[in-house]
């Protein structure tokens, strides 16, 4: 687990309290049981946002590797013209 020994409770303590908002009162008055499925559901927690990062990551590389904000509009259209939006675009017009 987290605190197998002094050190890394006091390092698992301050790590919840600077950046997941616990107070030195929260833990220090938490039922062991309670603490340790904290500490749990945290960690599920970070693992989830990790994965979601990266799937982010990977998705920003849809347009050619570009996030977006450096793309000219000849690249924005020749996107979408091999994406099919000029076809979207006629019908709309018509």
Same mark, same amino acid.
């Given at each position: 687990?987290a605190?197998?020994?002094?050190?890394n409770? /006091?390092?698992?303590?301050?790590?919840l /309290?600077?950046?997941?908002?616990y107070? $030195?009162y929260?833990l220090?008055?938490?039922m062991?049981?309670?603490?340790? /499925?904290? /500490?749990l559901?945290?960690?599920?927690?970070?693992?989830?946002?990790?994965?979601?990062?990266?799937?982010?990551?990977?998705?920003?590389?849809?347009l050619?590797?570009h996030?977006g904000?450096?793309?000219?509009?000849?690249?924005?259209?020749?996107i979408?013209?091999s994406?099919?939006?000029? $076809?979207?675009?006629?019908?709309?017009?018509e």
């Amino acid at each position: 687990m987290a605190h197998d020994n002094l050190e890394n409770m /006091i390092r698992t303590d301050f790590a919840l /309290i600077k950046h997941h908002g616990y107070t $030195q009162y929260d833990l220090n008055h938490m039922m062991p049981f309670v603490r340790k /499925i904290h /500490i749990l559901l945290l960690m599920q927690h970070l693992r989830e946002m990790e994965e979601q990062q990266k799937g982010q990551q990977e998705g920003s590389n849809v347009l050619g590797g570009h996030r977006g904000e450096d793309l000219s509009p000849e690249d924005i259209s020749s996107i979408m013209k091999s994406d099919g939006w000029e $076809q979207v675009t006629k019908n709309a017009e018509e």
